[in-house]
Every structure is written in C-alpha cells, then in structure tokens.
C-alpha cells in the first residue's frame, strides 16, 4: 500500500460490526494502525472484548466496543448510533458478521435456518442500512462485507446462501449508492475460512498471524484510493 493511501486513512472513523471472529479483529487492529478511529460491535462483551479494546487503544488510537444484537434493526441502528454520538461520523464501514451451524440439509432446524440468516444476511443488510444514513454526509464513504464461499459445502446450507446474499446485496448497494460510495466484497474459500477458523489464537496472533492479515490487507485496499475504480466487486482469497 502506498504511502499516500496509508494517510488517508488518518482520523477516519471507521466501524467494525462484529469483532468476536479473529477476522474482525484482524481488521479492526489494521484499521487503528492506518490512524483509523475504531469502532467495533460485539453480541457479547467478555474478557475477548476487552482484550480487544486494550489492544487497539495501546495502538495508540482511539477506539470503543460496543455490545449490541445486529441481528436486530434496533441493534444494528443502537451500534451506528454509537459512532455517531462519540464521533459525529462516519466513514468507513466493515461488515465481518459470521455465524454458522454444523446442521447438514436434512438436520437443520427452524430456528437454526432462522438464526443463520438472521446472524449474517439480515445483520450485514440493517448495519448498512443504519451505516448509509449517518455515512452520506461524507465524501468517499466506502463499505466492505467478508463473504466465504461455500460452495459445495456438505453442511449449512443456510451459511452458504446468507452468503450468496449479501453478495447481492453488495452489487445492489454499490449500484444503488454511486458515486457517492464505494461498496465491495472480500470473499475467503470455504477451504481458507476452515483454516482461519481452526488456527490456534495464541500461536497465530495479528500482525503475526498471516491468514487473518491477507484478509485485513484485502479489506484495507478495497477502503483506500488504490481501489478508486472499483465497485460492486467481489474481491477473492483463495
């Protein structure tokens, strides 16, 4: 990344939703490392949260958690309601929701059917929602949602087209929303994703762990300069 588009990230406000995946952690620590103002949305506040806070204030940065269900409209708007209130802005936003059952095709459940997209789909579409309101009185806003592709997957089939979804609904936003946004996708194989999940987080810690960096680096260039041509698309790791 040039110097240039590391600057630009200096003082932006920058929203995180879901900082309880190492992946969203990840990102978030990159973020504060560019200069970014973090914000990072937890379902749960624990002793992960506030590990996490320590690590991006000691960045030297300022940074906040906010524990809130996006698996709600009211959630999701209570979290974008946050960055506005400590801030008064926002720039940037990273959707990293994930959930996800181990329920085959003939297993899953109502309730699990319902979490999954709730979780994920839903999550991703009303954070956004909230995000754009406050977001477009800024110039160059820019969204990036992290996808997995499954694919083939043997289980979840739920996961699998929650993400299918909010693949759609980064095309349909990034068309709805030019030019004054920029709204992309970075996307991990279903074979990264299991290897991202089955690292030990003691042994493969960010900036160290290289499998959560490739997809920071990824989000971080779809959110600088260097991607100014770029909307709509569905970045992929493989």
């Known amino acids: 990344m040039s ?32 200069g970014c103002y973090v914000i990072v949305g937890f379902s749960n506040a624990n002793e992960q949260t506030k590990s996490t806070l320590a690590e991006l204030q000691n960045l030297g940065t300022l940074a906040h958690v906010v524990e809130t269900d996006c698996s709600t409209a009211a959630g999701a708007r209570r979290l974008v309601a946050e960055a506005e209130n400590i801030y008064g802005r926002l720039d940037l936003l990273v959707n990293t929701l994930k ?44 969204i990036v949602n992290v996808v997995y592709d499954c694919a083939g997957a043997e289980k979840d089939l739920a996961f699998a087209l929650a993400q299918a979804g909010i693949i759609s609904l980064t095309k349909n936003l990034a068309a709805q ?4 946004f920029r709204v992309n996708a970075v ?51 493989e």
């Open 177 to 180: 929303l030019e030019p004054k």
């Open 99 to 142: 959930f996800r059952s181990d329920s085959t095709f003939d297993e899953m459940s109502e309730s699990v059917w319902t979490k999954t997209l709730d979780a994920n789909l839903k999550a991703t579409f009303f954070v956004s929602q909230a995000a754009v309101k406050l977001m477009s009185a800024r110039p160059k806003a820019k």
């Open 187 to 237: 996307q991990l194989s279903e074979e990264k994703s299991k290897a991202i999940e089955n690292l030990d987080r003691e042994l493969f810690r960010p900036p160290s762990g290289i499998a959560f960096d490739d997809v920071a680096r990824a989000v971080l260039f779809l959110l600088s300069s260097e991607a100014v041509g770029l909307n709509g698309q569905v970045l992929k790791i």
């Open 3 to 34: 110097v240039q588009s590391v600057h630009q990230f200096a003082e932006k406000v920058a929203l995180v939703s879901d900082g309880e995946g190492e992946i969203g952690r990840a990102v978030a620590l990159q973020l504060a490392l560019q």
